[in-house]
């Protein structure tokens, strides 16, 4: 029966190369280039072997080994996989739990990703091979850490399963993902600060010895500890090495048992009593349109997952700055106008989000003033809090309530200015997005070199509304702390010209090219 298993993940990966062309030829380059580059690891690691520091090679292959098992841990069981052997296609076929388990754990050495893992490992024990013993070490170690990867990936890939089969829940486990490597993003700018060539070694040698000792690196350490001549401490890592391996398939085990009696999962249906925001909103096209947008706002997870990058970008931002040495009075003005700032321009392309469904618009004569308006109530009440709060916290935080009027000005230019130009920008320029229901972190059905030039117009042209603010600002910052009021005054009236015209342009716009607007919903 397990080799039944394994001639049935051949099947299945000989079946991808039945597609189209084009897919193939994408599939073979993708192939291709990884294994190009595991073999090019492969040439590194053997290079390896002719460094005489023993313990900076230990300790650099310790520190990419945990790197390498934190992958396969992380990615199926964040970003989620389409597992073809998923143990739960098996539960009829009477076969027992053992069986299944091993059958399935072999599988999972069959296929690109393990064959490139295999070619890596295979390079480490040519690296650690100065003696017999270091080579029988390395062997095992490396066998070890592959286990261990194999083990982690079909534990993740189940977890997943079990935990991830709704759309909602792998929207939510995608965006976890995005926060993970957006919260790693700091650390890497900081490790690019460290002096590497005074403190580097020290501070690579802590991370490794700290590694070393856990499932994560301990496979890894082994040949590296037998090579500088510590062989108790490499008994003592390959003691840790074999343990993980060993409570790694027990818990598969036990997964798949339970996998085998447990049926999937289905999204839960809600049931919506009353007008929800239609009966909070006035009567009228005005009202009816800023319902159905706040409604989606809410619900749908194209949307709500752009509102949770927006706060992110600040971090982004700010962090790497203040490595840099920019002092923290002027880092602390920047988070709020950056989020109204990409508030704004989040409504550049919002009537392409509506898909098929534009035709209610266009079908209903509703007035294209009133689409325009409707469509931007809910980021502009939420920009509005924004700059209230924001501002506010900002200025009690760096003790400076002379900031404050500037501040105000260039995050309403920026937020106004945005939406203006927004409501121009989607109604005249609309490219393909994410369809209904899709993951919001699918590829849009088509693409085109407008998507990027609607994209860098509408934030460009927010950043040109917003321009007289920013220079009074930066007159007030260093020369006369009056013109803060004149940086004010210009944010808030060029942002709402500009909120007006866009408001009052737009509408013009949509109700000329109504037919436009839905032939393209249709195509893309």
């Known amino acids: 029966m397990v080799a039944q298993l394994l001639r049935l993940k051949l099947r299945l990966l000989g079946n991808i190369f039945r597609r189209s062309a084009w897919q193939v030829v994408g599939l073979s ?50 970003f989620g996989v389409d597992d073809t052997m998923d143990p739960r296609r098996f539960a009829l076929f009477g076969i027992p739990d053992r069986v299944i388990a091993l059958g399935l754990a072999l599988s999972a050495v069959i296929g690109v990703p393990a064959l490139a893992l295999a070619i890596v490992l295979t390079g480490t024990v040519v690296t650690w091979s100065h003696g017999f013993g270091e080579t029988v070490f390395a062997v095992i170690g490396a066998l070890l850490a592959f286990a261990t990867c194999i083990l982690g990936a079909r534990l993740a890939a189940g977890v997943a399963g079990l ?5 909602r829940a792998r929207d939510v486990g995608t965006v976890l993902g995005v926060l993970l490597v957006v919260m790693i993003a700091p650390l890497a700018v900081a490790l690019t600060t460290v002096d590497w060539a005074a403190s580097g070694r020290r501070v690579l040698g802590a991370i490794a010895s700290s590694l070393s000792w856990t499932p994560l690196g301990a496979a890894f350490a082994v040949p590296g500890d037998a090579a500088t001549g510590d062989w108790g401490l490499a008994v003592l890592k390959l003691l840790i090495a074999a343990g993980t391996v060993g409570l790694a398939w027990i818990a598969w085990n036990a997964l798949v048992r339970k996998m085998l009696v447990t049926p999937g999962r289905e999204a839960s249906s809600r049931s919506y009593h009353g007008l929800g925001w239609f009966g909070r909103t006035p009567s009228g096209p005005t009202g009816a349109v800023a319902a159905r947008s706040t409604t989606y706002w809410f619900r749908d997870a194209r949307y709500w997952v752009s509102m949770l990058m927006v706060p992110i970008a600040p971090i982004l931002v700010v962090f790497p700055l ?50 325009r308006f409707g469509r931007i109530v809910p980021v502009l009440i939420t920009g509005i809090l924004v700059i209230g709060i924001g501002s506010s916290v900002t200025v009690f935080v760096l003790d400076d309530w002379r900031l404050l009027p500037a501040l105000l000005g260039v995050s309403t230019a920026l937020l106004l200015g945005g939406l203006g130009i927004g409501s121009i920008t989607s109604a005249a320029m609309p490219y393909p997005v994410v369809k209904p229901g899709d993951s919001p972190f699918q590829q849009p059905q088509s693409t085109g070199g407008i998507t990027a030039l609607v994209q860098s117009l509408a934030m460009f042209a927010a950043l040109l509304v917003a321009a007289p603010a920013l220079a009074f600002a930066a007159l007030g910052i260093f020369d006369d702390p009056s013109w803060h009021l004149a940086s004010l005054a210009a944010g808030a009236g060029f942002g709402l010209v500009v909120l007006v015209l866009g408001i009052w342009g ?8 109504g037919p436009e607007i839905v032939a393209a919903a249709v195509r893309a």
Not at 506 to 513: D, H, P, Q
């Open 29 to 78: 380059i993708a192939i291709v280039y990884g294994l190009g580059v595991s073999v090019l690891l492969f040439l590194v690691l053997v290079g390896m072997r002719n460094i005489d520091d023993v313990a900076l090679v230990r300790d650099v292959l310790v520190v990419a080994g945990a790197a390498t098992v934190v992958g396969f841990l992380v990615v199926p069981l964040v």
């Open 163 to 167: 935990l991830l089969e709704t759309r």
């Open 506 to 513: 737009g509408g013009r716009v949509f109700e000329r090219r």
């Open 322 to 371: 203040s490595v840099a040495g920019v002092p923290w009075m002027y880092l602390g003005l920047i988070p709020v106008p950056l989020i109204c700032l990409l508030l704004g321009w989040s409504l550049h392309n919002d009537t392409a989000y509506d898909s098929t469904a534009i035709w209610l618009h266009v079908a209903s004569g509703v007035r294209g003033a009133a689409d």
